[in-house]
């Protein structure tokens, strides 16, 4: 099923389904109930369609409309965590997307603006305890979380290697609770320009998810190799299912 964007698709707010848990400390984040509404309506309406000439969609009947999932996304832009809630957030699910994100981006006002998105702070290089522990409880709560497989941005529209953070998370959320039923969702995103502009097109393409309870015979080890090679093949084979985007024609 493919979507083409356009602004006359609404999208009425949704109640924001919360489960605090106290014992989380400085990592524990929220949707705040008023300002995610809002923000993803500006998002939609306002600030998606004025910049981007374009948003192709593709795949969003793979979206497990229920229950534990990780979206694992190509990393192409900042533009992306935008994006990747309109493709595939309430409006599409009525389901919040909780964001991972590196803590260098959780400072000062725009930290501000990822906590009460429902983002948390991790440090790529030495993610603590309480940030996977703090994960693990939002995936057994039933929430969608994103997790960059990547890392980094990059922008030579190029799959680059997973890390296997993505996989050794899920492994863990899924042996914590039997039958919690935790999937993968790959997501490739490209934009007709490496550094998105006004008038930039983009094309997401939304591929089958990934049964984490698949991987859970044999060695832990083993299995999160087999589960992050499982996911960069499909990864990779949305990124090449992906139409060449037209360039920008100025009018």
């Not at 998002?43 to 969003?60: A, D, H, N, S």
């Not at 290089?125 to 409880?137: D, G, K, M, N």
């Amino acid at each position: 099923m493919m979507q083409i964007y356009t602004s006359k698709q609404t999208c009425q707010p949704t109640p924001v389904r919360t489960k605090a848990n106290t014992k989380v400390t400085h990592t524990s984040s929220r949707v705040s109930p008023w300002l995610s509404p809002l923000f993803y309506l500006f998002g939609r309406r306002v600030l998606l369609p004025l910049f981007f000439r374009q948003i192709e969609i593709t795949g969003q009947e793979n979206i497990p409309l229920t229950g534990p999932v990780i979206l694992a996304p190509t990393h192409r832009s900042r533009w992306d965590s935008l994006v990747l809630p309109y493709a595939t957030g309430r409006c599409v699910t009525g389901r919040d997307l909780r964001f991972m994100v590196s803590i260098n981006e959780c400072q000062g006002l725009q930290g501000w603006l990822v906590r009460r998105m429902g983002g948390f702070p991790v440090d790529p290089q030495r993610p603590s305890i309480t940030t996977l522990r703090h994960a693990v409880e939002l995936l057994q709560q039933g929430e969608m979380l994103v997790i960059y497989p990547e890392g980094n941005i990059y922008r030579d529209g190029q799959l680059h290697p997973l890390k296997a953070g993505i996989a050794r998370l899920s492994l863990s959320a899924e042996s914590s609770q039997p039958g919690l039923d935790v999937k993968i969702l790959p997501v490739s995103i490209n934009y007709s320009q490496p550094y998105p502009q006004f008038g930039t097109g983009v094309k997401v393409n939304i591929g089958t998810a990934i049964n984490v309870s698949d991987y859970t015979v044999g060695k832990v080890k083993q299995n999160a190799e087999n589960l992050t090679s499982d996911l960069t093949l499909v990864l990779q084979k949305l990124s090449n299912q992906e139409s060449e985007i037209p360039e920008t024609v100025n009018s």
